[in-house]
């Protein structure tokens, strides 16, 4: 099992300055670093303080002058904002740029509001099929002179400039969910990404399933499958449950942008009232408590085994939580201390 952290700015409050933000961002991804994780994931997002992150691979060049040895990777880029010859060029750039160190996950995007600004009148299926004709282009425009004739791209022979440092390209990382995505990846030899959110260890396993399923229906090499899970390692039981309400209300919050129903100004959405809060008896702390990678560091610790014994090459810890930067550190900290020598 390789560990791996995944992170963004969020920004709950206008009294918070982005350059504080950015900065505790920073300081997370050192300690990833310092403590031997494999990589670093953080995505793309627009116009949500919830999860602050336009452009990836800025943030990613920028780690790579002030980490050593972490692998950076993209979690994930939005497929359906760019164009494959834009993004094949850009990836390709930043792989030069951080000597060969990165690595490319790809989504289709999951939040209606952005795609009501960045790509109006696009929904969840076109996206996704946006997604599956880009990404196998990649590959493609990295070797070079490759012309393409498809459903929403068209373009003469077309080169990649820069050409990636890494042969053949930067690993790439299918998000999957449902299972002819899993296909998809698996047959195009991509790795996969899954995150199960809140609902717990059956889906845990189910996504493991379905990786299975589209392994045993391909009969090539099998790629990496990676578990990316909300996580928490707490000092205490009162401190891990102090925890769960922490991340209840995160979960509220990203229920909320992700309804797409609420008013939203300066890049932040209206508050939750307590009411409101307290009525989303789905995200109730206790059962995030049941749900989620959280507890004490044994805990904590018998849980991952779980996860390993399915099969997952990869556990990334998903750091966002709207809690308090010393308080994200300190979880990180005892995780990389207490949890992954139990690993090996």
Same mark, same amino acid.
């Given at each position: 099992?390789?560990?791996?952290?995944?992170?963004?700015?969020?920004?709950?409050?206008?009294?918070?300055?982005?350059?504080?933000?950015?900065?505790?961002?920073?300081?997370?991804?050192?300690?990833?670093?310092?403590?031997?994780?494999?990589?670093?994931?953080?995505?793309?997002?627009?116009?949500?303080?919830?999860?602050?992150?336009?452009?990836?691979?800025?943030?990613?060049?920028?780690?790579?002058?002030?980490?050593?040895?972490?692998?950076?990777?993209?979690?994930?880029?939005?497929?359906?904002?760019?164009?494959?010859?834009?993004?094949?060029?850009?990836?390709?750039?930043?792989?030069?740029?951080?000597?060969?160190?990165?690595?490319?996950?790809?989504?289709?995007?999951?939040?209606?509001?952005?795609?009501?600004?960045?790509?109006?009148?696009?929904?969840?299926?076109?996206?996704?099929?946006?997604?599956?004709?880009?990404?196998?282009?990649?590959?493609? %425009? $990295? #070797? +070079?002179?490759?012309?393409? !004739?498809?459903?929403?791209?068209? /373009?003469?022979?077309?080169?990649? @400039?820069?050409?990636?440092?890494?042969?053949?390209?930067?690993?790439?990382?299918?998000?999957?969910?449902?299972?002819?995505?899993?296909?998809?990846?698996?047959?195009?030899?991509?790795?996969?990404?899954?995150?199960? %959110? $809140? #609902? +717990?260890?059956?889906?845990? !396993?189910?996504?493991?399933?379905? /990786?299975?399923?589209?392994?045993? @229906?391909?009969?090539?090499?099998?790629?990496?499958?990676?578990?990316?899970?909300?996580?928490?390692?707490?000092?205490?039981?009162?401190?891990?449950?102090?925890?769960?309400?922490?991340?209840?209300?995160?979960?509220?919050?990203?229920?909320?942008?992700?309804?797409?129903?609420?008013?939203?100004?300066?890049?932040?959405?209206?508050?939750? @009232?307590?009411?409101?809060?307290?009525?989303?008896?789905?995200?109730?702390?206790?059962?995030?408590?049941?749900?989620?990678?959280?507890?004490?560091?044994?805990?904590?610790?018998?849980?991952?085994?779980?996860?390993?014994?399915?099969?997952?090459?990869?556990?990334?810890?998903?750091?966002?939580?709207?809690?308090?930067?010393?308080?994200?550190?300190?979880?990180?900290?005892?995780?990389?201390?207490?949890?992954?020598?139990?690993?090996?």
């Amino acid at each position: 099992m390789e560990f791996s952290l995944f992170a963004h700015m969020e920004r709950l409050s206008p009294d918070e300055p982005h350059a504080k933000l950015y900065e505790d961002f920073l300081a997370l991804c050192r300690t990833a670093d310092d403590g031997g994780m494999r990589a670093i994931w953080t995505g793309e997002h627009h116009g949500m303080e919830f999860t602050i992150a336009p452009n990836p691979f800025l943030s990613l060049v920028d780690l790579a002058h002030l980490t050593k040895n972490v692998r950076l990777g993209t979690g994930t880029i939005v497929a359906p904002f760019w164009h494959p010859i834009k993004l094949a060029g850009e990836a390709a750039a930043a792989d030069l740029m951080t000597g060969g160190r990165i690595e490319l996950g790809i989504a289709r995007g999951a939040y209606s509001y952005e795609y009501e600004r960045m790509m109006p009148g696009m929904d969840a299926w076109e996206a996704g099929q946006r997604m599956r004709e880009t990404t196998p282009l990649l590959r493609k %425009l $990295w #070797q +070079g002179d490759y012309a393409h !004739e498809g459903e929403f791209f068209n /373009f003469p022979a077309s080169t990649s @400039s820069p050409k990636p440092v890494q042969e053949n390209g930067p690993p790439i990382w299918i998000a999957a969910r449902d299972p002819n995505s899993h296909e998809f990846g698996v047959h195009n030899g991509f790795n996969i990404q899954v995150t199960p %959110l $809140w #609902q +717990g260890h059956d889906e845990v !396993e189910t996504l493991m399933g379905r /990786f299975n399923d589209a392994c045993a @229906s391909w009969g090539g090499p099998r790629p990496k499958i990676m578990l990316l899970h909300h996580t928490y390692v707490g000092s205490d039981s009162d401190d891990v449950l102090r925890a769960t309400q922490e991340l209840s209300r995160f979960y509220c919050y990203f229920g909320a942008w992700f309804q797409n129903k609420r008013p939203v100004s300066q890049g932040l959405i209206a508050e939750l @009232s307590n009411e409101e809060l307290a009525a989303n008896q789905m995200m109730a702390p206790e059962n995030l408590a049941r749900d989620l990678t959280i507890g004490t560091a044994s805990e904590v610790i018998d849980r991952i085994k779980r996860y390993e014994d399915l099969g997952y090459d990869e556990f990334s810890f998903w750091i966002d939580s709207g809690m308090s930067a010393e308080r994200k550190r300190a979880s990180l900290s005892r995780f990389i201390d207490d949890v992954m020598p139990a690993f090996g």
